[in-house]
């Protein structure tokens, strides 16, 4: 029913920065929290941020807190995550994800959200 794509990962030095795009199709944008993970080689998938379908309310991991921003343009249904001063520890596949529609509460865990993109490429160098 949603179809999400991400875009706007690549190579990128330590301590640069890097924005990547989510945009969404199907069922009503507005209505759908969204959340941005990542998954490192060799680990789990990992929760980064989080912003909620009412008052666009933020969350963040403790990792990227101060450093990344997520953001949402409704006209656009469109996703954003600014990343700044990035880290090689950083270096990740990204993925977008939503919730379900108009859920309340902050949703950080993978097993909250129903629909994913097909995740887009982070490297960063040391």
């Known amino acids: 029913q949603v179809q999400l794509v991400e875009s706007g990962g690549g190579l990128v030095q330590a301590g640069g920065s890097l924005r990547l795009s989510c945009a969404a199709s199907?069922?009503?944008?507005?209505?759908?929290?969204m959340g941005w993970f990542r998954r490192a080689l060799g680990k789990e998938r990992e929760f980064v941020a989080a912003?909620?379908?009412?008052?666009?309310?933020?969350t963040y991991a403790d990792s990227v807190r101060g450093r990344f921003t997520i953001s949402r343009d409704n006209a656009k249904n469109t996703v954003y995550l600014q990343m700044n001063s990035l880290k090689p520890e950083d270096t990740a596949v990204y993925y977008c994800?939503?919730?379900?529609?108009?859920?309340?509460?902050?949703?950080?865990?993978?097993?909250?959200?129903?629909?994913w993109g097909q995740g887009t490429q982070v490297t960063v160098s040391a």
């Open positions: 994800a939503a919730d379900s529609p108009r859920r309340g509460g902050v949703a950080r865990r993978v097993d909250e959200y129903d629909y």
């Open positions: 199907g069922g009503t944008f507005s209505t759908y929290s």
């Open positions: 912003i909620t379908w009412r008052y666009s309310s933020t």
